[in-house]
T-cell receptor, first 116, second 112 residues
Framework: ETGVTQTPRHLVMGMTNKKSLKCEQH?????MYWYKQSAKKPLELMFV???????ENNSVPSRFSPECPNSSHLFLHLHTLQPEDSALYLC???????????????FGPGTRLLVL | DQQVKQNSPSLSVQEGRISILNCDYTNSMFDYFLWYKKYPAEGPTFLIS?????DKNEDGRFTVFLNKSAKHLSLHIVPSQPGDSAVYFC???????????FGRGTSLIVHP
């Protein structure tokens, strides 16, 4: 098992819906991340949390709202999304931010999101 | 503009032969480079890395070469195996930023 789990694995939602993606890590890590992977594009960093504090918001639209209630859980709340937001959303964690720099970000399997 | 480029979206190789995956970067401040491997329906997993103070790092069948003057790195897999079929992401980071910048990935298919 990867140590980083994401639910749901697949999600179809309308533009007026509100949904949440959940990420949980069982590795005792202190840093967690949300990435977006669109077709034919590089992985795009969205948010970074370090010790439950948001340290980076990579110019993400406000229709994406992250929440990190503790070091093990990370949520991405979605509302009034657009079809172009359809993508694979990956959660990752690392021991700390330095570990992300050098190596060993551990990724979850992702949530495949389709916005209709 | 992409700072990390993987210009080959796909690569097909015969089992037992060498696979060479290429990556170019534009930011001269990058000083650490990583390769991740991703199977379908799974998240990327770390494969191998190299610091800018080195020009080669080897781990079993996987070797990464770094050419700083050309801002180019490559991943060599020898011998290639069907289980190596996956998408390979190149990533780079700089000390001040700590978060890797990823390329688009190259899909490797190793034929039996």
């Amino acid at each position: 098992e990867t140590g980083v789990t994401q639910t749901p694995r697949h999600l179809v939602m309308g533009m007026t819906n509100k949904k949440s993606l959940k990420c949980e890590q069982h590795l005792g890590h202190n840093a967690m991340y949300w990435y977006k992977q669109s077709a034919k594009k590089p992985l795009e960093l969205m948010f970074v949390y370090n010790f439950k504090e948001q340290t980076e918001n990579n110019s993400v639209p406000s229709r994406f709202s992250p929440e990190c209630p503790n070091s093990s859980h990370l949520f991405l709340h979605l509302h009034t999304l657009q079809p172009e937001d359809s993508a694979l959303y990956l959660c990752a964690s690392s021991q700390d931010l330095l570990a992300a720099f050098q190596e060993t970000q551990y990724f979850g399997p992702g949530t495949r999101l389709l916005v209709l | 503009d992409q700072q990390v480029k993987q210009n080959s979206p796909s690569l097909s190789v015969q089992e037992g032969r060498i696979s060479i995956l290429n990556c170019d970067y534009t930011n001269s401040m990058f000083d650490y480079f990583l390769w991740y491997k991703k199977y379908p329906a799974e998240g990327p997993t770390f494969l191998i890395s190299i610091s800018s103070i080195k020009d080669k790092n080897e781990d079993g069948r996987f070797t990464v070469f770094l050419n700083k003057s050309a801002k180019h790195l490559s991943l060599h897999i020898v011998p290639s195996q069907p289980g190596d079929s996956a998408v390979y992401f190149c990533a780079a980071s700089e000390g001040g930023s700590y978060i890797p910048t990823f390329g688009r990935g190259t899909s490797l298919i190793v034929h039996p």
